[in-house]
């Protein structure tokens, strides 16, 4: 009789975990970057106030959570970060390419005098929780692409991604 009880007790369990497994295939995750590039109606539906019109060009992994889209729309060039470990592409931010005159003064002053370094590229960042920040690309000595961020006082920040 114990042996009855100890078999459906396996039984049931296996039911149950199978019927779980099932269940998790329709709530996948979007893990693959190839995927998120070959889906921009994902982008789309999910956040259509920034990708609407949008021409994406590029999709790479950043770390294990997030990707960067690089999109152009209306001939400027952007970047998103989305958190490409969740379903719903959670949006982390949006990068513009600006021109390095665009920087403020004090953004730009703050950089040369702390980092001695040259401005590879400057974006313009916009996150769902903040004001707008800046974000200057440069190349360390060793060869290293960084990137240092900074709000319109030249205080710096930190990365939001």
């Not at 539906?45 to 999709?59: D, I, L, T």
């Not at 931010?93 to 403020?104: G, M, S």
């Not at 400057?122 to 900074?150: A, N, Q």
Request: hydrophobic share 35%; glycine share 4%.
């Amino acid at each position: 009789m114990r042996l009855k009880g100890l078999y459906l007790t396996i039984i049931l369990g296996a039911i149950i975990l199978n019927s779980t497994n099932l269940f998790a295939q329709h709530a996948t995750q979007i893990k693959d970057v190839d995927e998120l590039k070959t889906e921009d109606k994902v982008l789309v539906e999910s956040y259509p106030h920034v990708f609407k019109g949008a021409k994406v060009n590029k999709v790479e992994k950043l770390n294990s959570k997030h990707s960067k889209v690089y999109y152009s729309v209306g001939g400027n060039e952007f970047e998103a970060i989305v958190n490409s470990d969740r379903k719903d592409l959670l949006l982390v931010a949006t990068c513009k390419l600006i021109k390095n005159d665009e920087l403020p003064k004090l953004v730009k002053d703050v950089f040369t005098k702390e980092v001695k370094g040259k401005i590879e590229k400057s974006f313009s960042v916009t996150t769902p929780y903040s004001s707008e920040i800046y974000r200057i690309d440069y190349v360390k000595k060793d060869g290293e692409l960084k990137s240092m961020f900074y709000d319109k006082l030249g205080n710096v920040q930190k990365a939001p991604y």
